[in-house]
């Protein structure tokens, strides 16, 4: 959990500020801003993730439209408190990250959005440490364009 | 005013399976000249805890459909999946296990 | 150049690996859909009452009785006495908005084809009605002598060559193995072909974020061939959605379905 927003719940619970507002504040702006996964990845706090084999991805090696590409993924990573997705060559490449607290199993299907053919990059940590999985999806256009 | 949002939580082989659907343009810097529109938040809740939290861009499709699982679960078990977008809106929906 | 280089990829790992790849994502996009959002907002308008007599669609008679959801997509299109004539699920629809809830035509066909910011109540409300097909066979109909002669109108409009650029529904359709960029094209007047299409429409299309229906899909081939536009409900476009679905008859429906 990053400091601000160990601030922020501290103060939510002091009931000094309203939840929308606390919610609201806890987004990372500068990891979802950045333009390439190394930066996006050092804003999360992931900045030099070892590969690993257990990070399943599975999805379409083809995706016939980059508006929708379904990514499943799991982490076989023991302890996996967190799963970050980025997409290398979009604009601006992550896509989401998410915590999973005691209750949940590191498991996340998301569809996302791929501008063009490109690794789909897949970081999870556990225990401070951060690991990494990719898997290029290649993205191409069906139909008359209408 | 959101559009509708809906969700289904089903026991699987030892653990609960969330299916959540939301109506949400997920609109992009590029699609807006400037102005995106897209939900920043998403919360899973059992039994009124926080399980999941997550933080997603205008790089998710729009009308976002995500799969979650959680550990165990038991029929009835109240499963609530919430967002927030980067206008203030918000919306929430919940289920039970079935 | 790079849809060439990828052609070539593709190739050579074997049409068939293409195509499962293929297969894979139309697979994983249809399980991680959100058509269902769309029949959800359908059940509120299928439920409100409207029009000057202010009743609602829950009377409606798809061709299954007043009322009966269950099944009623999947045995369109099919001939109606009260209408006197063959209709499809969006006309029938239609006739309901303008018979049961006094709605006249003119207000009621204003804006059947919406868009991804607003889709239509035409598209909320068919996507609902099919839903209450899912797994059933499809059995339009077949005997009637109007559903007949639909069944060989559609087949003729089907082969018939016309417009500015003498395109006929087969110029795409009507052959084997082609493709329009990265989507397959199927040869709709073979059974095996057809069934899986026709079992899969309405259908939310991932590239425009919109619920697309049969009319609609009819309509824009018309477009895209260069030929007038058919109006909504006409003869010619459901005499086509007759003879495409019960040339793809037999299936069990598997929609709403999920579309490139």
């Known amino acids: ?146 | 005013m959101a559009g509708p949002m809906k969700m289904r939580a089903t026991l699987g082989n030892g653990f609960t399976d969330v299916r959540v659907l939301m109506t949400h343009p997920m609109s992009t810097e590029q699609q807006t000249k400037g102005q995106p529109h897209f939900i920043q938040n998403v919360t899973v809740k059992v039994n009124g805890k926080t399980v999941i939290e997550g933080e997603i861009s205008q790089a998710v499709s729009r009308n976002p459909v995500f799969s979650f699982r959680l550990a165990g679960g038991a029929k009835g078990d109240k499963i609530e999946v919430s967002w927030l977008d980067n206008k203030g809106d918000t919306n929430k929906t919940e289920a039970a296990v079935a | 150049m790079r849809a060439v280089a990828l052609l070539a990829a593709v190739a050579l790992a074997g049409p068939a690996a293409a195509q499962s790849q293929f297969e894979k994502y139309q697979q994983m996009t249809a399980e991680g859909s959100p058509v269902e959002l769309f029949e959800m907002e359908g059940e509120a308008l299928w439920r409100k009452p409207q029009g000057p007599r202010n009743v609602s669609l829950e009377k409606c008679d798809l061709g299954k009785g007043p009322g009966v959801l269950q099944g009623a997509y999947a045995a369109l299109p099919r001939y109606f006495a009260d209408a006197d004539r063959v209709m499809d699920a969006e006309t029938r629809i239609l006739h309901c908005m303008v018979a049961l809830q006094g709605r006249s035509l003119a207000e009621a066909s204003k804006r059947l084809f919406g868009n991804a910011d607003n889709p239509s109540e035409m598209e909320y409300l068919t996507a609902y009605v099919a839903g209450h097909s899912r797994g059933v066979r499809m059995t339009p109909g077949t005997e009637h002598p109007k559903e007949r002669a639909a069944f060989a109108l559609g087949q003729k409009l089907f082969y018939h060559r016309a417009g500015a650029w003498d395109f006929s529904c087969t110029s795409c359709h009507g052959q084997e193995n082609k493709r329009i960029r990265m989507s397959e094209l199927p040869v709709l007047d073979r059974p095996e072909d057809a069934r899986p299409i026709v079992a899969t429409w309405p259908a939310y299309r991932v590239s425009n974020s919109q619920l697309k229906t049969m009319q609609w899909r009819i309509n824009d081939c018309y477009r895209q061939m260069r030929m007038p536009e058919p109006n909504f409900g006409s003869e010619a476009t459901i005499a086509l959605n007759l003879f495409l679905t019960a040339t793809g008859q037999g299936a069990a429906y598997n929609g709403p379905g999920t579309k490139r």
Not at chain 1, 56 to 84: F, K, L
């Open chain 1, 1 to 146: 959990m990053n400091g601000v927003r160990r601030k922020l719940l501290a103060l939510l619970a002091a009931g000094v500020l309203n939840p929308i507002a606390a919610w609201a504040a806890t987004w990372n702006k500068d990891a979802f801003s950045a333009k390439n996964a190394g930066d996006a990845l050092k804003n999360l706090g992931a900045a030099s993730p070892q590969p690993s084999g257990d990070i399943v991805i599975e999805a379409p090696q083809i995706a016939e439209n980059g508006a929708v590409v379904p990514i499943e993924i799991t982490s076989r990573i023991p302890n996996t408190t967190s799963i970050a997705v980025l997409v290398d060559k979009n604009p601006y490449p992550l896509v989401g990250r998410f915590d999973f607290k005691e209750g949940a199993l590191p498991f996340l299907k998301v569809n996302a959005k791929m501008g063009e053919t490109s690794e789909v990059r897949v970081v999870a940590s556990a225990g401070g440490r951060h690991y990494v999985a990719t898997k290029e999806i290649k993205v191409t256009i069906g139909g008359c364009g209408g």
